[in-house]
């Protein structure tokens, strides 16, 4: 069982940054997929940037290539996302995910392979 909990969301401007933090319970974290999703409001949840166990693989969703960057700290059990050049539709609810099988070497895009979620944390970009 993996138990996350998000944090560091806020008001930003336009052009400026936010780092998110999700630390994991539970001594399987480094075997576990790690995802970024988010919500705005209205649309569905959408995949953001992902990460393979050992960190050595990523994937990013088009909108946030170049921008955003997927890290993990195993030692710490902790994920996080960096958000650069913040734009106003980056605005949503970001959630951490791990994935529900332990030992994917391949980072996936789907919502349902990932089992355990965050709460959510609010990021909102100002014009």
């Known amino acids: 069982q993996v138990q996350l909990v998000e944090s560091g969301g806020g008001l930003v401007q336009a052009g400026g940054s936010l780092r998110l933090s999700c630390a994991a319970s539970?001594?399987?974290?480094?075997?576990?997929?790690m995802g970024w999703f988010r919500q705005a409001l209205g649309k569905e949840r959408e995949f953001v940037a992902g990460?393979?166990?050992?960190?050595?693989?990523?994937k990013y969703a088009d909108s946030v290539k170049g921008r955003f960057t997927i890290s993990r700290d195993n030692a710490k059990n902790t994920a996080f996302l960096q958000m650069n050049s913040l734009k106003p539709e980056d605005t949503a609810v970001y959630y951490c995910?791990?994935?529900?099988?332990?030992?994917?070497?391949?980072?996936?895009?789907?919502?349902?392979?990932?089992?355990?979620w965050g709460q959510g944390t609010q990021v909102t970009v100002s014009s």
């Open positions: 995910a791990a994935s529900r099988s332990m030992g994917l070497t391949v980072v996936t895009t789907a919502r349902w392979e990932y089992g355990y």
């Open positions: 539970g001594r399987t974290f480094s075997s576990h997929l």
């Open positions: 990460i393979s166990g050992i960190g050595d693989n990523t």
